[in-house]
């Protein structure tokens, strides 16, 4: 029998409705396959934490998490709590402390989702993210002076490594190799940042001589927006900077459908520590308590959670069973024009799996 050990960390807002239906899917997942068990763990971090202790985890949170063999993330966010806190102060010292430098974001159109794209079909837009998750505009370094005076200053710099970039680089080549097309669309902003993007086009170029079996092509970010809208078909896998890959895959999970379907994986592709899942949706406080969250992000996240164990027949089942609900629309959730529950969703998808058993 295999145990896996898992970190739930449900975190703020609809985080801790999300994550707990996760555990279900994990619960029923295993009901199928009785010689794999996963032993969930739930850590209380977030806001309510913080306004009891002044953090949003314990100085030594990472420790208990290390032994961990994946752990699955809800989200960080309060409004009564600034954002930088939240996000520094959880999700941020979890991705960095464990070096979780590639962030994956998969995007496709479901069975049974409308897009915002007209006359596109579900296989001209089947894309994935690659975000570097480490450091760029995300470093954190940076600071203010002289606050509340005329004369205050703000500066937060962009820091690229060599090492930084052409290991996510690396990652995303053989993310693409990996993929039918076999196509990488690096994206930069060389023409205005005329240092590290610089840099970064020029890592590209060396790597890319590793790869000469994956076709590559270079794009400028906001020209990345306008061709993900009007030619979707062009793209396959795209590889971006932090702040770059966070708004594209915004736009990517909108332009799929709604952002309550994607997932995330924030892998340490060296396993040396262990990786994290996520829906990306945030926490949504607006909707929070009244079971209206739609939680295929969350098992979206779980499938690339049993991919990442080495449980792909687990994965695909699962992905089978998500696909089987979201193409019947008496389950969609408000997010995507529906009146289903939460709770509907996850007992469909449960009932999916337990299906497979006839």
């Known amino acids: ?124 837009l089947d894309w994935v993210i690659v975000r570097e998750n480490s450091e760029g505009e995300y470093s954190g370094l940076g600071g203010r002076a002289h606050q ?65 079996d994956v076709r590559w092509d270079k794009e400028l970010v906001d020209a990345a927006t306008a061709r993900m809208v009007n030619r979707p078909e062009s793209l396959d896998t795209i590889v971006a900077t932090n702040l770059h890959a966070d708004v594209l895959s915004d736009l990517a999970a909108a332009l799929a459908g709604s952002l309550g379907i994607a997932p995330t994986g924030n892998i340490d592709p060296q396993r040396r520590y262990p990786s994290m899942f996520e829906p990306i949706h945030g926490s949504a406080f607006d909707i929070m308590g009244q079971g209206l969250a739609n939680p295929i992000g969350t098992f979206w996240s779980t499938v690339m959670m049993l991919e990442h164990l080495g449980e792909p027949v687990a994965a695909k089942l699962l992905m089978g069973a998500i696909e089987s609900v979201t193409a019947n629309p008496t389950l969609h959730t408000r997010d995507l024009g529906g009146k289903a529950m939460m709770q509907d969703v996850t007992a469909a998808v449960i009932a999916a799996i337990s299906a497979k058993n006839d």
């Not at 994990?26 to 913080?50: H, M, N, V």
């Not at 669309?185 to 060396?206: F, G, P």
């Open 148 to 212: 509340g005076h005329p004369i205050e200053v703000a500066s937060d710099m962009s820091i690229m490594t060599r090492v930084g970039v052409e290991r996510i680089q690396r990652f995303a080549f053989e993310l693409a190799r990996s993929r039918p097309k076999k196509h990488l669309t690096v994206i930069t902003k060389s023409n205005a940042q005329r240092h590290a993007m610089v840099m970064w086009d020029e890592i590209a170029l060396q790597v890319a001589k590793d790869y000469p």
């Open 1 to 124: 029998m295999k145990i896996y050990k898992i970190a739930s960390i449900p975190g703020d807002g609809i985080g801790k409705e999300v994550i707990p239906e996760g555990e279900k899917v994990l619960a029923a997942i295993s009901k199928r396959f009785p010689e794999i068990t996963f032993q969930c763990e739930r850590f209380d971090w977030g806001g309510d934490f913080y306004r009891k202790t002044g953090k949003m985890m314990p100085d030594d949170g990472l420790e208990p998490l290390r032994a961990k063999d994946a752990i699955l993330f809800g989200s960080a966010g309060d409004p009564q709590i600034p954002d930088h806190i939240t996000l520094w102060g959880l999700r941020l010292k979890i991705c960095q402390g464990f070096d979780q430098y590639a962030n994956v974001r998969p995007t496709r159109i479901l069975p049974g989702i409308q897009t915002p794209l007209r006359n596109c079909k579900p296989d001209q």
